[in-house]
């Protein structure tokens, strides 16, 4: 089973094999006081280990007879995010926190442990920064982004935890093309922000085992995204699967468990008729696909939602591409066929016939 993650466990963080104790002393210095909220707190740690700092303080309004209450905030917003945070935190392996009183307010600074070094984060930014210009991922519908974030680790990365960092980072999958799921999340959370959508890096556990991936947000609705699971094993090469691609909390659920804030909630079932999909590609806003044990090749647009037949009776197809309005598939033996995407054409050695038709959109 493809797992591990980054645990949170009361005031101690284990990654891997390290382990960093927390610290408390009181003493007097000057500085201006900024943070007074628990949330205003979380925003300052989150900003900070997004820009993978090693050392960062943060300034509150707390009287330093607060000082009990500051920590336990802390504590609060670092077991919250234990469960929905950024790369920065995804990509942390360890930290200690000192509270001191500064001009009679408490002050907590905070040092951190990453799992990359400062040299191995700007490859990794500039290898995230190339992917997306040289895939002309902005050009890309935000569904199209996904689709491809996704096709693209999992056809790029071998599940394996021998690989740097045990495979646990981004530099991992990115680099050695070799990672567990942290890695697999890590990477997509970067790509994802990198292409301008909203993302979250999700930890929970699977069948008791800690496992981690992604929440993404399309059209104002949130939907996960489990990149390992999408990747089969053994490793298939450019192979890759839907099964979870953009699916809600409910389908999530069948088999991964999770804890976090109810606004991350994943509701819509959209992108769930796409779960079986066994050849597919997607073109101007349209999923072509097949399913198992259906002979028919399918057309359905992700705007309108209308799904529709352009081949009836096809073998069995190993890969779908689009090129030029045209779908080029290839079967299981080899043989090669072409239809036009508004299924108005036909040729090739794969038997099949035109049929076209429209179903009902799904809900």
């Known amino acids: 089973m493809k797992k591990f993650l980054a645990v949170l466990l009361g005031i101690f963080i284990f990654l891997g094999a390290a382990i960093y104790y927390i610290h408390l002393n ?5 500085g201006t006081p900024k943070v007074e909220s628990q949330q205003q707190l979380k925003h300052e740690i989150l900003k900070n280990l997004n820009e993978v700092k090693p050392d960062f303080t943060i300034q509150t309004k707390y009287p330093i007879y607060k000082a009990k209450e ?40 905070i040092k951190t442990f990453y799992l990359t070094t400062a040299d191995q984060e700007k490859k990794i930014h500039h290898k ?22 996704n096709g693209y680790l999992a056809s790029h990365i071998e599940y394996s935890e021998n690989a740097t960092h045990g495979g646990h980072s981004a530099y991992a999958a ?12 890590l990477a997509a959370d970067l790509l994802l922000r990198e292409s301008g959508l909203q993302t979250k890096y999700i930890t929970g556990k699977v069948k008791g ?3 981690a991936w992604n929440k993404v947000k399309l059209d104002g609705k949130w939907y996960n995204l489990d990149i390992t699971w999408n990747d089969p094993m053994p490793d298939r090469g450019e192979r890759y699967r839907l099964n979870y691609f953009l699916i809600s909390d409910n389908q999530l659920a ?8 109810s606004l991350f909630q994943a509701k819509s079932k959209k992108y769930e008729g796409l779960m079986n999909a066994q050849a597919f590609t997607v073109d101007n806003n349209n999923v072509f696909y097949t399913l198992p044990n259906d002979s028919n090749l399918y057309k359905w647009n992700t705007t309108t939602r209308q799904k529709s037949v352009l081949l ?6 190993q890969n ?3 090129k030029d309005h045209w779908l080029l598939l290839k079967d299981y033996t080899g043989n090669m066929s072409k239809v036009k995407e508004d299924g108005t054409q036909y040729s090739g050695t794969i038997f099949a016939s035109i049929n076209q038709y429209t179903k009902s959109a799904s809900k």
Do not use: R
């Not at 009181?26 to 000057?30: D, H, I, K, L, M």
């Not at 991922?137 to 491809?148: A, L, S």
């Not at 990115?174 to 999340?185: E, I, N, P, R, W």
């Open 26 to 30: 009181v003493y007097a210095s000057g």
């Open 128 to 149: 995230v920064k190339k992917i997306i210009q040289s895939n002309h991922v902005q050009k890309m519908t935000d569904f199209e982004k996904v689709f491809f974030i």
């Open 209 to 211: 085992e800690n496992h």
């Open 70 to 109: 500051a920590e336990q905030q802390l504590k609060s917003v670092f077991k919250e995010i234990s469960s929905v945070g950024n790369y920065g935190f995804g990509n942390l392996d360890g930290y200690s926190y000192y509270i001191s009183s500064n001009m009679g307010f408490t002050k907590i600074e």
């Open 312 to 317: 009836q009776h096809v073998m069995p197809l």
């Open 174 to 185: 990115l680099f050695d093309h070799k990672a567990v799921c942290q890695g697999y999340a």
């Open 320 to 322: 779908i591409e689009a």
């Open 254 to 261: 069948k088999d991964h468990m999770w804890n976090y804030d």
